[in-house]
């Protein structure tokens, strides 16, 4: 699995599981010398890919380093600078998005109005906060629905670490049993929070849990004071992609060969919403 390290003052994952530098969080004093430091790390390792959050005010820099934007989100520090969803590729496989039409079809989706279909008419449901004695049930549902992920959740403990931290998990249960989970991954002080980890064991799919999750993660995050949600989804999960464009979310852009996920690299779409 791939291993997060503090660079420079900045937070970076690396490895050779997503073939790739994701730089998460950008804070540094030399912004030119980080970029210099992952490129090198990139052509050492021979990583296909360097992937970036940063703010709109540091694209300048990047700009000159040969980087691209995939994504941009108004508003994702503090409801006030853009967030850019960057990368540099250092291989043509990395560049070439394997299912093409995968980039046309959201920017046609993009073009329908936030919430079309809001109202599917499923059945609302029971959401409660996991809790690190569910570590155990909740690793299990992952290995079992996802053969590969970006992130280790497969593993009780680095759930237990991750819910000590920054992250809140959630779920719904059926009949004394975790059905569904998602998680919110808060960033009190950028004011935004990541809808991901979402996981629906395969009995109860079509029941709309994951709009329930979604919505009481929504509704969570803002008493927190979040001004902005998002997400990054498989390109291929169209039932995923549904869900957050009908609970408002808009397209943002297509990260290209980024992830890890289910069993290979794929490409991922992000969407976001301002609470």
């Known amino acids: 699995m791939d291993i997060i390290e503090n660079m420079m003052g900045s937070v970076v994952q690396r490895g050779p599981h997503n073939d790739r530098i994701y730089l998460m969080r950008l804070q540094t004093d030399d912004t030119q010398a980080l970029i210099a430091a992952l490129d090198d790390m990139a052509i050492t390792n021979g990583y296909g890919k360097i992937f970036a959050k940063i703010p709109a005010t540091a694209w300048h820099t990047f700009k000159n380093a040969d980087y691209v934007k995939e994504a941009v989100i108004p508003g994702f520090f503090t409801g006030k600078i853009d967030g850019f969803f960057i990368a540099k590729h250092f291989t043509l496989a990395k560049q070439i998005t394997h299912k093409p039409e995968s980039a046309s079809r959201f920017v046609l989706l993009s073009k329908k109005k936030p919430g079309d279909g809001l109202h599917t008419g499923k059945v609302k449901r029971d959401v409660a906060s996991c809790k690190p004695s569910d570590a155990g049930e909740m690793s299990a549902i992952y290995r079992q629905i996802f053969s590969s992920y970006?992130?280790?959740?497969?593993?009780?403990?680095?759930?237990?670490?991750?819910?000590?931290?920054?992250?809140?998990?959630?779920?719904?249960?059926?009949?004394?049993?975790?059905?569904?989970?998602?998680?919110?991954?808060?960033?009190?002080?950028?004011?935004?929070?990541?809808?991901?980890?979402?996981?629906?064991?395969?009995?109860?799919?079509?029941?709309?849990?994951?709009?329930?999750?979604?919505?009481?993660?929504?509704?969570?995050?803002r008493k927190r004071g979040?001004?902005?949600?998002?997400?990054?989804?498989?390109?291929?999960?169209?039932?995923?992609?549904?869900?957050?464009?009908?609970?408002?979310?808009?397209?943002?852009g297509l990260l290209k060969n980024n992830t890890q996920i289910c069993g290979s690299i794929q490409s991922m779409v992000v969407w976001y919403k301002h609470l």
């Open 150 to 221: 970006p992130f280790p959740i497969q593993q009780p403990d680095y759930i237990q670490r991750m819910m000590k931290e920054t992250t809140r998990y959630y779920c719904i249960r059926m009949k004394g049993r975790i059905a569904a989970i998602a998680a919110a991954e808060i960033d009190s002080v950028s004011q935004n929070a990541e809808m991901t980890d979402f996981a629906t064991l395969p009995k109860w799919r079509g029941m709309g849990l994951a709009g329930s999750l979604l919505n009481h993660m929504e509704m969570a995050a």
């Open 226 to 252: 979040i001004q902005t949600a998002f997400t990054i989804a498989r390109a291929q999960s169209a039932g995923m992609n549904s869900v957050f464009r009908k609970s408002g979310y808009s397209y943002a």
